[in-house]
């Protein structure tokens, strides 16, 4: 972020000084009929897609991505904004699309997730909170289905579903460990069967995959009914739709499932909707937002979570695959702080020029290059500027990339908003029209082991894969299921291209651990999981809620 006026300002503050446009007049710019805008207050609304003119040519998507994420924080999301203002500014029809924050961890260690400075998303305190609502549909959704799980059970269990073999847990959008294993059904007969039972937090659940890649209504209800709740004694798969809840359920989630229309600090329009997970998912918006968006724009920016090794893949290999939505190009972002954490250097460090440290972590960031090329799409880099960076550090970059025939530029979204990114949206457009020879890394008809081995090997840069007893039953159940040709989601730390997150810079070689594998059929994957990943996180020591409060006024304080 440049030295500016604001530069010691919080994201909030300098969301609160913006002019917002009425929602009507930025669906107006953007081409929505009236009909199809349906207004939640001033500045947010709801847009059904069914209303809206399909015949117009689809519009390019441009994937923000990054290198492998450190605690310093990659700005992502602020570049996201950043670059749609400029394309926009510079006379590109443009739309942004952005998953949804959850609050959970707004309120623990992230803070937020709508961009920061002047590249934000607004109003940016109401998409951080209850939104539109979504998050609590998903929520209720889950839960009515595990009601009724529970409610089968106590009625004489007719499916005869195992209670010890049950894969749904309730979900709740908060990070509460305490949550993560419980026993319900205490109390006597009436009050249920007792079991061992658990809550995830909303952005992990299936049913929040599902919801982000269902193209519709008709679609949602589908997958929905063939989400896998559970087993029977017999080991035979019981679905959704075998315990009859997928109606009840698309129900609840019909509203929902229209796109959410905001804008940003420049007035680009946005569409927020749907946020997954991007490990233990596929960490990007829905694609009926992401389409939605190309039907009204000439190009889209949108973002996958984490490295490329993690959401890009992941977009690329699951929802580019369902959605019909590939990248024309992605933009790789960097940080010199970043770099140099990669390179080596302590985060107490990151303040003082070191330009050996920069060099030494562009490995990391060479590696991520190579997985964008690995799907046929030449990438850009995009290096993210903060203050404390020197000429010096920005030049190593910058002198690499040249040197490697690789598009980079600087951008200043932080501290500029679009005026910070008009060389890079420069660099964007001119990659969006070269020839892009698009394809996923893998045909779905390969075993699943093989396709985890090329994740491994061609993605992560590892040796091979060492699984679990748990994972190989499961293997066993996938294949005797049928569900081999399913896509994979390797759920991993961002830290690290291997599944430990202490190994930065440019691990290879690796062994990667899988402890356990879970079919997600109805979100249409396979989950693989490393590591000590969990889908619900606990808070930090100090989570950002206690810097938390509301004036006077009932404005939020604290927010970021």
């Known amino acids: 972020m440049a030295m500016t006026p604001e530069s010691d300002m919080s994201d909030l503050a300098i969301a609160a000084r913006a002019t917002l446009q009425p929602i009507s007049r930025i669906a107006a710019a953007a081409g929505i009929c009236e009909e199809a805008v349906?207004?939640?207050?001033?500045?947010?609304?709801?847009?059904?897609?069914?209303?809206?003119?399909?015949?117009?040519?689809?519009?390019k998507v441009v994937l923000v991505s990054g290198m492998s994420p450190?605690?310093?924080?990659?700005?992502k999301s602020t570049m996201v904004v950043?670059?749609?203002?400029?394309?926009?500014?510079?006379?590109?029809?443009?739309?942004?699309?952005?998953?949804?924050?959850?609050?959970?961890?707004?309120?623990?260690?992230?803070?937020?997730?709508?961009?920061?400075?002047?590249?934000?998303?607004?109003?940016?305190?109401?998409i951080n909170l209850h939104f539109t609502g979504d998050f609590h549909a998903i929520t209720?959704?889950?839960?009515?289905?595990?009601?009724?799980?529970?409610?089968?059970?106590?009625?004489?269990?007719?499916?005869?579903?195992?209670?010890?073999?049950?894969?749904?847990?309730?979900?709740?959008?908060?990070?509460?460990?305490?949550?993560?294993?419980?026993?319900?059904?205490?109390g006597g007969p009436a009050d249920g069967m007792p079991r061992d039972a658990g809550f995830e937090i909303t952005a992990a659940s299936e049913v929040m995959a599902v919801f982000c890649l269902a193209t519709g209504l008709a679609d949602l209800r589908a997958r929905l009914g063939r989400m896998t709740l559970g087993y029977t004694y017999a080991k035979e798969p019981v679905t959704v739709d075998d315990l009859g809840a997928a109606g009840a359920m698309t129900l609840l989630l019909k509203d929902a499932l229209k796109p959410n229309l905001v804008q940003s600090i420049g007035g680009t329009p946005a569409l927020i909707h749907g946020g997954p997970f991007a490990n233990i998912a596929h960490g990007c918006n829905s694609a009926i937002a992401t389409n939605t968006a190309r039907t009204l724009a000439d190009v889209v920016v949108t973002e996958a979570g984490f490295g490329t090794d993690l959401g890009a893949e992941k977009f690329m290999d699951i929802k580019a695959r369902y959605a019909e939505c590939p990248p024309a190009t992605v933009v790789v972002v960097a940080t010199i702080r970043a770099l140099k954490m990669h390179g080596g250097l302590p985060k107490d460090q990151l303040d003082q020029q070191n330009t050996e440290a920069v060099n030494a972590g562009l490995a990391n960031l060479a590696r991520h290059v190579g997985i964008v090329r690995k799907f046929g799409v030449e990438p850009v880099i995009g290096v993210n500027r903060f203050t404390a960076?020197?000429?010096?550090?920005?030049?190593?970059?910058?002198?690499?990339?040249?040197?490697n025939g690789i598009a980079c530029a600087v951008a200043d979204v932080w501290g500029q908003g679009g005026a910070g990114a008009q060389e890079l949206a420069r660099v964007v457009l001119r990659a969006i029209e070269a020839p892009n020879n698009f394809a996923p890394l893998y045909a779905l008809e390969l075993p699943v082991e093989q396709k985890i081995l090329m994740l491994v090997q061609e993605i992560y840069g590892g040796a091979g894969v060492d699984y679990s007893p748990r994972a190989k039953l499961m293997l066993e159940q996938i294949h005797a299921n049928g569900w081999e040709d399913l896509p994979v989601c390797i759920a991993k730390t961002q830290y690290s291209f291997s599944d430990d997150p202490q190994l930065l810079g440019s691990a290879e070689g690796f062994t990667l651990q899988i402890r356990e594998i879970i079919p997600k059929t109805g979100a249409g994957f396979i989950v693989a999981i490393t590591g000590a990943l969990t889908t619900?996180?606990?808070?930090?020591k100090l989570p950002a809620a206690m810097h938390m409060d509301v004036d006077e006024q009932g404005n939020a304080v604290g927010l970021s």
Do not use: C
């Open 38 to 59: 349906e207004p939640y207050g001033k500045y947010k609304a709801k847009i059904d897609p069914a209303l809206l003119d399909s015949s117009a040519p689809m519009g």
């Open 70 to 75: 450190t605690p310093a924080g990659e700005g």
């Open 82 to 126: 950043g670059l749609g203002d400029a394309l926009a500014a510079a006379g590109t029809k443009t739309m942004i699309a952005l998953r949804e924050p959850s609050v959970g961890p707004s309120f623990g260690m992230k803070g937020g997730a709508t961009g920061g400075g002047q590249s934000q998303v607004l109003p940016m305190d109401e």
């Open 140 to 186: 209720s959704a889950n839960n009515l289905l595990m009601a009724l799980i529970d409610n089968h059970l106590q009625q004489g269990n007719a499916l005869g579903i195992d209670p010890r073999r049950i894969t749904f847990k309730r979900v709740m959008d908060m990070n509460d460990r305490s949550l993560r294993n419980i026993v319900i059904g205490l």
């Open 389 to 403: 960076d020197t000429e010096a550090e920005l030049q190593v970059v910058t002198q690499w990339a040249a040197a």
């Open 536 to 540: 619900m996180p606990g808070l930090p």
